[in-house]
């Protein structure tokens, strides 16, 4: 991949702080990077982290690195879809985009000394099961709310039980996360007086 494929756009609502100044002595001090530039710098290191997995791998594909609702967030794609095995980065349910998005935050970590909540998307995966997810939780709201019983859905990761919790919250009803690691789930139930 080469350094024109990189897509840093950043998002104009993250918060911006700046340190500059001089210190007690007149030697004028260095600007705390504003949130934004730590949050592209987190980006580029976790695209340089995937970019070399992927090079192992002998995956095509382009990075695009973006900065919204907080946090870094990069997307892996192809634009020769016919050709892409981008699909085996995302594996079954999306279990390997995760592991590679905990393994970016590790990069990042262990470059930073701090801890990061970066997104990563392949091929569209998470866009695809956001709006998937979306449709499930619409039917079981309204299962919910014409037979007055709880409904469970199957386990899933915290990004996919938020976008349940978010769908349930805007339909007035109540949810909460049960179960243990791999086996943490959302629970809806219908809003008792």
């Not at 950043?10 to 504003?34: H, R």
């Amino acid at each position: 991949m080469t350094e024109e494929n990189v897509d840093t756009t950043v998002d104009e609502n993250v918060d911006e702080t700046v340190d500059a100044g001089t210190t007690d002595n007149g030697v004028e001090k260095a600007a705390k990077p504003t949130r934004a530039e730590l949050l592209e710098e987190e980006g580029e290191i976790a695209a340089d982290y995937l970019e070399e997995l992927m090079d192992l791998a002998d995956i095509d594909g382009d990075i695009d690195i973006d900065v919204g609702d907080g946090r870094a967030q990069l997307s892996i794609v192809c634009e020769e879809d016919e050709e892409s095995n981008l699909r085996t980065l995302v594996g079954g349910e999306g279990k390997t985009l995760g592991a590679l998005q905990e393994l970016s935050r590790l990069a990042v970590q262990t470059s930073t000394g701090q801890r990061s909540w970066l997104m990563l998307d392949i091929d569209g995966f998470r866009n695809s099961r956001r709006d998937e997810l979306i449709r499930k939780a619409k039917q079981a709201i309204e299962d919910v709310k014409e037979s007055g019983n709880e409904y469970a859905f199957k386990p899933m990761n915290s990004f996919e039980r938020k976008i349940i919790h978010d769908q349930v919250a805007q339909a007035g009803l109540v949810s909460e996360s049960e179960g243990e690691g791999d086996g943490r789930h959302v629970l809806v139930r219908p809003v008792h007086d």
